[in-house]
């Protein structure tokens, strides 16, 4: 499958922000998708992630209560959203596919080629 990340760009902080990644075929049931961020010189960063048949959701420490993880199963479309950007949510956001409920990247299969979000403060 294969994956389209969209949404991002320059924000200032304290603004909202929903990124969208758009799957190309059907996502399977038993899949879970992820969304992860990278800052240039650091390693990739686990941020939320959704299992695709029960909803099941689970956040990083530093994203529980700002950013949420849904699903629309109809446009098989993943979403993160969040109403209170900071500078230090500068990053690349990837989305991810795989069939591990995981928080490791290197256990996802299918990767999107990432969008850039810009916090200034």
């Known amino acids: 499958v294969q994956l389209q990340a969209s949404g991002g760009g320059l924000q200032q902080a304290g603004d909202s922000l929903r990124l969208s990644c758009a799957a190309s075929?059907?996502?399977?049931?038993?899949?879970?998708m992820s969304w992860f961020r990278q800052v240039p010189g650091k390693e990739r960063e686990f941020v939320a992630l959704?299992?695709?048949?029960?909803?099941?959701?689970f956040y990083a420490d530093s994203a529980k209560g700002r950013f949420s993880i849904s699903r629309d199963s109809a446009t098989n479309t993943v979403f993160l959203e969040t109403d209170s950007l900071k500078p230090e949510d500068t990053a690349v956001y990837y989305c991810?596919?795989?069939?591990?409920?995981?928080?490791?990247?290197?256990?996802?299969?299918?990767w999107g080629r990432g969008t850039l979000v810009t916090v200034s403060s």
């Open positions: 991810a596919a795989g069939v591990q409920f995981t928080t490791v990247a290197q256990e996802y299969t299918f």
């Open positions: 075929s059907r996502i399977y049931s038993s899949y879970v």
């Open positions: 959704i299992r695709w048949n029960t909803g099941r959701t």
